[in-house]
């Protein structure tokens, strides 16, 4: 992983951690600007969203970095 991926890859995290949804179950990978979700985003504790569209809002969010050239989503919604 170079430089540039590694940063890139803590601001994707620091940004999904700021959403309404637990984020433990999410790794971030990125190889070359292409940035690849893994696991399960579920709703947090006291929280009730709309978890497909929180997932819609977080690949725009990462869509708009400067850096990222493509998403890998393998993200998993929970109880789908």
Excluded: C
Excluded at 3 to 26: C, F, M, N
Excluded at 31 to 52: C, F, I, M, P, S
Aim: aromatic share 4%; hydrophobic share 45%.
């Amino acid at each position: 992983m170079t430089l540039q991926d590694t940063r890139l890859r803590r601001l994707i995290q620091k940004e999904i951690v700021k959403r309404s949804v637990d984020t433990a179950l999410i790794n971030v990978f990125v190889t070359h600007g292409v940035v690849t979700l893994q696991g399960e985003l579920r709703n947090q504790r006291g929280y009730a969203v709309d978890l497909k569209q929180e997932m819609e809002i977080i690949l725009e969010i990462i869509r708009g970095m400067a850096g990222v050239r493509d998403i890998v989503n393998w993200l998993r919604v929970q109880g789908t």
